[in-house]
């Protein structure tokens, strides 16, 4: 094969998640294994983050505000340079088609390879966890975002008058999806550590024994293939 033939390697990513601390769950070890080798990261935040609190002191706008700031701090631990908040209300989201559109214009202007998202499903494979409506929304109006509205030209034509071309993503990457994985990416040490640190930015929201939560549940995931530490995805590879 020429050279010109060969696919350049994946080096972008997109997080699209519903909600400040959801990647830092989720895949934040595989967030910092790239941006180690030098993938240039951009997170998607659908949600303002402005319900989750107990604390009968606390407003939806001071929550939102700390919240953000969490995430951002977060993703620096990680090397992501930019995070795009969408700003929907908490815990209101749907897989509205203008949730779809604000994704799909993020894709076309950051162009990643692979888009990683949850699951639009509801998990049954966890006896102490029913899921998150807004992670369902968010994975949902990724996907849809992903294919076919930021690939095609004709949906939108306001976004290529924003100066947006159509962009096809490569690779999605479907996180918290119960028992569908098919692809697992081993972490090292550092990047668990990293991940654990980044976790515990969202200072508002994680409990103290997350570290060790953590790292037993990627433990549990590198099990399944032999692998001391790792987290698992269902990887989808689009055709072009
Ligand atoms: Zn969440």
Known sequence: MSEANQE???SKAMVVMAHADDAEFSCSGTVAK???EGWEVV???CTDGSKGSDDLEMTPEKLAAIRKQEQIEA?????IKTVEFLDYPDSYLTPSLDLRKDIARVIRKHKP???ICPSPFRSFDNNSYIGHPDHMAAGEAAL????PTARDRLTYPDLIKEGLEPHKVKEVWITMGGGAANHWVELTEEHLELSMKALKAHVSQVPPDVDSRMREWKARAGSLRGLRYAEAFRVFKLRG
């Open 34 to 36: 790239w941006c180690r």
């Open 8 to 10: 350049k390697p994946h």
């Open 75 to 79: 993703g620096k631990i990680l090397g």
């Open 43 to 45: 997170y998607v935040l």
């Open 144 to 147: 849809a975002a992903v294919y």
């Open 113 to 115: 390879d692979v888009l």
